[in-house]
């Protein structure tokens, strides 16, 4: 049986990318000294589920509820918030742009976790905390420096979603 590795996410228009891969140079030139692996264009992306391991020959009916989830989502904006870091400013590994709270977006979620529960996939154990991943750090670093990382605003960009899902 093939197997492929799955999530579904939000695919971001090419303005949008624009706009944030303009903010990582930025952030790429402030933070140069710091062993951060940005994101490259191609990988930007919210995820809104992830999958992982899931047979192609049912990808159809995967494709069913995905599509199912998401017919009665009207076209919404998401707006970019302050960066921050997870798993925590003590570890940081991932640095990630936030989202501002919207209920269409979790809305999108819950619908795909009830309708993909049908189909065998385990709902999320975690809250969803909607995020663009933008770096990766390599290597430990002090609390100093994430503080500035997680109080400098990125931006204020809008993002109009019109079923634009990848997975």
Same mark, same amino acid.
């Given at each position: 049986m093939?197997? =492929?590795?799955?999530?579904i996410g939000i695919d971001f228009d090419g303005e949008t990318k =624009? #706009? !944030?891969i303009s903010t990582i140079n930025q952030l790429q030139k402030e933070f140069y000294n710091l062993p951060i692996k940005?994101? =490259?264009p191609n990988n930007l992306h919210l995820t809104l589920k992830? !999958?992982? #391991?899931?047979? !192609?020959? =049912?990808?159809e009916l995967l494709n069913a509820h995905i599509s199912s989830s998401v017919k009665e989502i009207?076209?919404?904006k998401l707006y970019f918030t302050k960066p921050g870091v997870f798993p925590s400013k003590n570890n940081p590994k991932i640095v990630w742009l936030g989202f501002e709270n919207? $209920?269409? @977006?979790?809305c999108i979620v819950e619908s @795909?976790?009830?309708?993909?529960? $049908?189909i065998g996939l385990q709902r #999320?154990? $975690?809250?969803?905390?909607?995020? @663009?991943?933008?770096g990766r750090i390599k290597k430990n670093l002090s609390i100093h420096n994430m503080e500035i990382i997680n109080d400098k605003f990125l931006c204020n960009k809008t993002i109009n979603f019109q079923n634009q899902l990848i997975y």
């Open positions: 093939q197997i =492929k590795r799955l999530f =624009k #706009e !944030i940005w994101t =490259k992830f !999958i992982a #391991e899931f047979p !192609i020959s =049912k990808m009207k076209p919404f919207n $209920k269409s @977006l979790y @795909l976790n009830n309708n993909l529960q $049908k #999320e154990n $975690k809250k969803f905390s909607p995020h @663009l991943t933008i």
